[in-house]
């Protein structure tokens, strides 16, 4: 009898067929973590967006609230160094979170919008945040008014553009 070396093709392909077994668990929980993350991250952009707004109304309080993303962001992407804050560019959130307006530029997998109403003074606003590919990227989506509560709803389709809309969404815990 010849001594083998190495492994057969049957051994071969039952540690393939574990290896697959087990990336085939891993990979769905690995993918509903990522999906956890990026919902967290974009409740905190929206607690940030808030906390930007306060600030930005107490600044510029003939303007009201900020209407854009942008205008609580800073002018360029090198940040706020050596430039003065204005309405325009308040230099209060960063230029990721500012720019994350469309699902083909989002922030952790999430892009905002943010209206304000009804005309300069701006009284009111809302800040709403919605996957950038539903059910991949994240399956809620978020939402605040000037009150400052977070709310969400499970169905994440656009961003929310009205007051209405988002008191009728489900208060995060």
């Given at each position: 009898m010849?001594?083998?070396?190495?492994?057969?093709?049957?051994?071969l392909l039952i540690v393939v067929a574990i290896i697959l077994i087990i990336a085939a668990i891993a990979i769905p929980n690995l993918l509903r973590a990522r999906i956890?993350?990026?919902?967290?991250?974009?409740?905190?952009s929206v607690r940030v967006t808030n906390t930007a707004e306060v600030g930005y109304q107490s600044t510029y309080?003939?303007?009201?609230?900020?209407?854009?993303?942008?205008?609580?962001?800073?002018p360029a992407s090198t940040g706020?160094?050596?430039?003065?804050?204005?309405?325009?560019?308040?230099?209060?959130?960063?230029w990721v979170l500012?720019?994350?307006?469309?699902?083909a530029a989002p922030k952790s997998g999430y892009y905002f919008a943010l209206t304000a109403t009804p005309a300069?003074?701006?009284?009111?606003?809302?800040?709403?945040?919605?996957?950038?590919?539903?059910?991949?990227?994240?399956?809620?989506?978020?939402?605040?008014t000037e009150e400052g509560v977070i709310r969400f709803t499970a169905v994440g389709g656009t961003p929310v553009a009205t007051v209405a809309a988002c008191v009728a969404y489900t208060a995060l815990q």
């Open positions: 010849r001594k083998q070396k190495g492994f057969s093709l049957i051994e956890a993350a990026n919902e967290s991250s974009a409740a905190s309080p003939t303007v009201g609230y900020a209407s854009t993303m942008l205008a609580l962001g800073p706020c160094s050596g430039v003065l804050p204005l309405s325009t560019s308040a230099c209060l959130i960063d500012a720019n994350a307006t469309t699902a300069v003074p701006y009284l009111s606003y809302v800040v709403g945040g919605a996957p950038a590919a539903a059910n991949q990227t994240g399956v809620r989506g978020f939402c605040s």
